[in-house]
């Protein structure tokens, strides 16, 4: 998960200078203390560019632990070295145009507003230009502005190390920048050409070597360089060469391997975020100690990640077009002959996740697992815990609160929950399980939690209202014969208080509890017409004080004592073995990341009838939330869904409505005369009939189980292993119009 097995080795980050150490891990001077509580807007400060987030700040409101979580597309921007008349310095502008008088009144003027401490930033800054090379680099480039005889002068920001290519050396200042006297700026890729004085920002790549260090001098304070394209992972095969930078030269030096120039051995961004936010115990631990700036660091790290895979998707296009094989036909015969007029633009497919077809196909496969082994029995949802034993002791060690290290958070809640699957599945904890979905989502205020669907055998369901009280209770236990079950019940299920006794409780709306609790007193069990338990709640006296206010089992969420008991946090089990419920279970558990309800329409140009081009790309940009827990899950390349069993997507379509492949430089008649073309995977299964006597005695749902489908050869052949599969028609909503989804 570090390391790649051995495969990734990076650099270990020095021990950060005095100044910062004290005001990291001092916990006892009001200094340190205030510039723990303010470290966001310290490196806004000194930052060298400014970041672009719509940041949301809804949910830290004092109730819930800081939560950094940002909305939409980032971006990151520099500016000129110096303002423009009339105008304040802003980030790297300071660095050259910083004179005393200057600094005191930038510094009055943010202790004013946010209680910013004047020594705080002078102890920073002096910091800064003694360690920081890109605070030299327009150090340097101050002073070349105070000769004499200097008109203009331009700075290149390097991206590429050239002179040294040893990573494992620190950057200098020659190696980071580059000064330019008049006109000739002339720029590599990434590199960055900043003005002498200039009224607008440029975009920064995020890929540049030195973004990191630009965007966060407070972590990295020397200036050490962020992630690095074209590295090379570590050779397994000799404990002397870690890591080479491939230069052109070297991509074309005959010495090097066919089979290691082709395979995958690059280092990836996510590669390196996960080397860099683990504790080691000879590395310093100036990143991991910087709590909110530490959460802004990994939703950053996590953009950049998604950035580079779209922009993949992006430039790649040409190999995800795909139309119908009668439409072709048809530009084909209107003189259309380019693959680049046709089909559709700009697609997110649903191997992308998170994408919008990524979650339909999730949903079809669970109907498919559904009609394989019946209704699903038991809805269960896990939600992590930030008091757990294991992420207190780790953090309490060294002052730190869970929400300050969202990695651990992760981690911790990633074992849990294998556990806990483990438990119902293999363990069989609350009867056999034949099936079972589950996906991770993040709440708003930062805790990751797991929703799960459990099919059970047909010997180990719980068919009646006694049955189910023998697994599920929504009640609070007697204290004085089970104290344990009381206190963890009083903590971790109750809900609210709400309504009249507090209305400002985040489940309220329109002065109503949107999860309508209290409930009802209820003196059995019963399952009401619509299919959803009604669970037993007497009135038995028994009470828990929370919040200092005194609730009943009105307030109790539904929940299993043996798992409560093991795993000490949120559990809430329902029952749902009613058809009626299946379509809302599968959609809640499939329903995908947290994003906006938004509907992302082009402005009125005044040309109704005009096709407009839809870019699924920006509208998956624009609706989602990106919060620090999520980030860190998915850097750690933990999965967000999972099932079993197995589930193969079959398609069908109508004669002449199959799909077809092709890229933008691709004539359609050359398209059209491929012998495969005609050819899929449902009209293959005709075939497979005609050769194969014992196929025609399977549906098209129940043919994967005896066979497998060659995709390259498009033919069906006897599986030599029968392995039990799921078949899954997978459009079947729109079978009454013969068309299938993109």
Not at 62 to 78: A, D, K, L, T, V
């Amino acid at each position: 998960m570090c390391g790649g097995s051995g495969k990734v080795q990076l650099p270990l980050l020095k021990p950060a200078p005095k100044v910062l150490q004290h005001l990291l891990f001092d916990n006892e001077s009001c200094e340190s203390k205030n510039f723990q509580q303010q470290i966001r807007m310290y490196n806004v400060m000194f930052a060298f560019t400014s970041l672009g987030a719509k940041v949301d700040n809804r949910f830290n409101n004092g109730r819930c632990p800081p939560n950094f979580r940002i909305q939409g597309q980032s971006c990151h921007r520099i500016g000129s070295m110096l303002p423009m008349p009339g105008q304040n310095p802003r980030f790297a502008q300071l660095y050259v145009y910083d004179t005393e008088n200057e600094i005191e009144n930038r510094m009055h003027g943010f202790k004013s507003k946010s209680g910013v401490d004047v020594n705080i930033v002078r102890k920073l800054s002096e910091m800064l230009y003694e360690h920081n090379v890109h605070a030299q680099s327009f150090r340097m480039a101050r002073d070349r502005l105070c000769e004499e005889g200097v008109s203009d002068l331009k700075l290149r920001l390097i991206s590429e190390r050239r002179n040294d290519r040893r990573i494992y050396n620190q950057p200098t200042v020659s190696e980071v920048a580059a000064l330019i006297v008049g006109d000739v700026d002339t720029a590599e890729k990434r590199d960055i050409i900043v003005q002498k004085q200039c009224g607008e920002l440029q975009r920064i790549d995020e890929y540049h070597t030195s973004y990191l260090g630009y965007q966060y001098p407070l972590l990295f304070p020397y200036g050490e360089d962020g992630y690095r394209p074209n590295v090379r992972h570590r050779d397994k095969g000799t404990n002397i060469r870690h890591f080479t930078d491939i230069t052109q030269s070297e991509q074309n030096n005959k010495d090097i391997p066919w089979e290691e120039a082709t395979k995958r051995n690059r280092l990836t961004i996510r590669e390196w975020l996960a080397f860099r936010i683990q504790s080691r115990s000879n590395e310093a631990q100036t990143l991991l100690r910087s709590r909110r700036l530490y959460q802004q660091f990994l939703v950053d790290g996590f953009t950049m990640m998604e950035s580079e895979r779209l922009r993949w998707l992006r430039k790649n296009q040409s190999k995800l077009r795909v139309g119908k094989y009668h439409n072709l036909n048809e530009y084909n015969s209107n003189g259309e002959t380019h693959g680049s007029n046709t089909g559709k633009r700009v697609v997110l497919p649903s191997s992308y996740v998170g994408s919008r077809r990524y979650m339909d196909q999730l949903y079809f496969d669970g109907m498919a697992i559904c009609s394989y082994v019946g209704f699903p029995d038991l809805f269960i949802t896990f939600t992590c815990n930030p008091n757990w034993p294991e992420i207190q002791r780790l953090l309490g060690s060294v002052h730190l609160k869970a929400s300050d290290h969202p990695d651990i958070i992760s981690r911790v809640f990633k074992m849990k929950f294998d556990e806990l699957l483990s438990d119902l599945t293999k363990k069989s904890l609350l009867g056999k399980v034949l099936a079972y979905m589950y996906t991770i989502e993040f709440q708003k205020r930062g805790l990751p939690h797991a929703h799960i669907l459990i099919f059970l055998h047909p010997s180990n369901k719980y068919p009646t209202p006694s049955d189910i009280d023998r697994i599920i209770s929504a009640e609070i236990p007697d204290q004085d014969t089970n104290e344990e079950l009381y206190n963890l019940v009083k903590t971790h299920m109750i809900h609210g208080p709400c309504g009249f006794a507090n209305r400002s409780s985040p489940c309220m709306k329109d002065g109503k509890c949107s999860k309508y609790f209290p409930k009802q007193f209820q003196p059995e069990t019963i399952v009401d017409q619509d299919g959803f338990p009604v669970y037993r709640r007497r009135d038995n006296e028994h009470t828990v004080l929370k919040n200092g206010i005194q609730v009943d089992n009105r307030n109790v969420v539904p929940y299993n004592a043996k798992l409560l008991t093991k795993y000490q946090a949120h559990i809430n089990m329902e029952w749902c073995n009613q058809s009626t419920s299946i379509k809302y279970l599968f959609k809640y558990i499939n329903k995908g990341y947290d994003r906006i309800t938004a509907a992302i329409v082009p402005n009125d140009d005044g040309t109704p009838n005009q096709p407009q081009n839809i870019d699924e790309i920006k509208q998956y940009i624009d609706c989602r939330y990106i919060s620090p827990s999520e980030a860190s899950w998915r850097i750690f390349s933990f999965p967000i869904h999972g099932r079993k069993p197995v589930v193969e997507r079959l398609y069908f379509h109508c004669e002449g409505q199959n799909s077809v492949y092709y890229t933008d430089f691709d004539r359609i008649n050359k398209v059209l005369e491929k012998p495969s073309v005609t050819e899929s995977m449902f009209t293959s299964w005709f075939e497979a009939n005609c050769k194969y006597p014992e196929a025609q005695n399977l549906t098209y749902s129940k043919f994967v189980s005896k066979f497998v489908y060659v995709k390259k050869k498009r033919e069906w052949k006897p599986r030599q292993k029968v392995t039990q599969l799921v078949g899954l028609y997978e459009f079947l909503q729109q079978l009454a119009n013969c068309t299938i989804l993109d």
